[in-house]
Nanobody, 126 residues
Framework: QVQLAESGGDSVQAGGSLRLSCTAS????????MAWFRQAPGKEREVVAT????????FYSDSMKDRFTISRDHASSSIYLQLNSLKPEDTAMYYC???????????????????WGQGTQVTVSP
């Protein structure tokens, strides 16, 4: 059974940066699309970005697209989310997710992902 472990969350001031990491284990377990979701207190979980097995990333919000970067490293079975110019509204628990099913296009709904990490907290103060 593959497991995902996120790290990199922290408390920062507005305008700061963080780099979130998500590593799958065992390392040789194949996953296809992977994604970052986030959930703020009192709000529904929302997709931040997806990344295909070929490393093609896709964001679903212009605000996040302009400030965040998603990347993938197969050698380390990891994906990363670089968060720049953070805003208080980015405060949330960030989750990594993996899809074990090949799809021609990565899903942007949480139901498309079968494996989830425990989350890493990002808190941005004004």
């Amino acid at each position: 059974q593959v497991q995902l472990a996120e790290s990199g969350g922290d408390s920062v001031q507005a305008g700061g940066s963080l780099r979130l990491s998500c590593t799958a284990s065992p390392a040789d377990y194949r996953t296809y699309c992977m994604a970052w979701f986030r959930q703020a207190p009192g709000k529904e979980r929302e997709v931040v970005a997806t990344i295909s097995i070929a490393g093609v990333g896709l964001f679903y919000s212009d605000s996040m697209k302009d400030r965040f970067t998603i990347s993938r490293d197969h050698a380390s079975s990891s994906i990363y989310l670089q968060l720049n110019s953070l805003k208080p509204e980015d405060t949330a628990m960030y989750y990594c997710a993996a899809d074990r099913t090949f799809r021609p296009r990565c899903g942007d709904e949480d139901t498309a992902y079968q494996i989830w990490g425990q989350g890493t907290q990002v808190t941005v103060s004004p």
